[in-house]
């Protein structure tokens, strides 16, 4: 079939409808995707660390990358407090009770630390927490109720944690892909927090690094 010049334009309308399609098809959107950045600094992470030794002794910052390392046999982060040992930082000045919040951040967990958790969505009712994940011998959990990613020792995975409050709802997704969709928890007060954090069947020594953390909302 021969085409005039008069059909050029529809041709080249037909070809960039076609293309925009594919790209619908095969580019899959981001987490971040319509959310808003919120704009944080080293000024809001507080460190929490076990309270009988200095910061530098379970937790480090060097070129761009958090590292948090905790001893089974460590205190609690307060003299008071009845909980295990941990290392983490608790990020400040952005808590929130309602609304759509996003947590992203990279993390590498090295072989062997095991019964930790590394990230949670803090608050909830009557529990503490809303989301928790967790690793048990290279696999990461959200607690110990579903498999969120396996064979995570030793590579920088990102992570993205959605929690819609007035829904109750939360998305977890690991490189950009969902993994998982649980339901909320309660509460009205609720902030983020990443590092380690004892848990049961805990290794002697536990470790996460992070990197590229950013908060996000709707």
């Known amino acids: 079939m021969v085409y005039s010049s008069s059909h050029l334009p529809l041709l080249l309308f037909t070809l ?5 399609i594919q790209n619908h098809l095969f580019c899959k959107a981001d987490p971040t995707d319509g959310f808003t950045p919120i704009s944080i600094s080293q000024s809001n992470f ?16 060097i070129d761009g ?3 948090f390392w905790v001893y ?25 009770s309602s609304g759509v919040r996003q947590f992203e951040g990279y993390f590498y967990v090295p072989s062997g630390s095991s019964g930790v958790s590394i990230m949670q969505v803090f608050g909830a009712s009557p ?13 990461l959990y959200y607690y110990r109720e579903k498999v969120i990613e396996s064979n995570i020792y030793n590579r920088w ?20 892909a969902l ?18 954090y004892t848990q ?5 020594r536990m470790e996460s690094r992070w990197r590229g953390i950013k908060l996000f909302k709707k």
């Open 16 to 20: 960039f409808q076609l293309i925009v």
């Open 46 to 61: 507080e460190i929490q660390k076990p309270y009988d030794v200095p910061v530098n002794q379970r937790y480090s910052f």
């Open 127 to 139: 529990s503490s927490t809303t989301l928790m994940l967790r690793v048990y011998d290279g696999t």
């Open 179 to 196: 993994k998982h969709e649980p339901s909320g928890r309660g509460g009205d007060h609720h902030y983020f927090k990443f590092g380690v």
């Open 157 to 176: 995975i990102r992570l993205n944690v959605i929690h819609d409050v007035g829904a109750s709802k939360l998305k977890v997704y690991i490189n950009g």
């Open 72 to 96: 089974k046999t460590d205190k609690p982060h307060t003299t008071s407090s009845q909980t295990k040992p941990r290392s983490e930082i608790r990020i400040t000045g952005n808590d929130y």
């Open 200 to 204: 049961d069947n805990e290794s002697d």
């Open 65 to 67: 990358v958090h590292k």
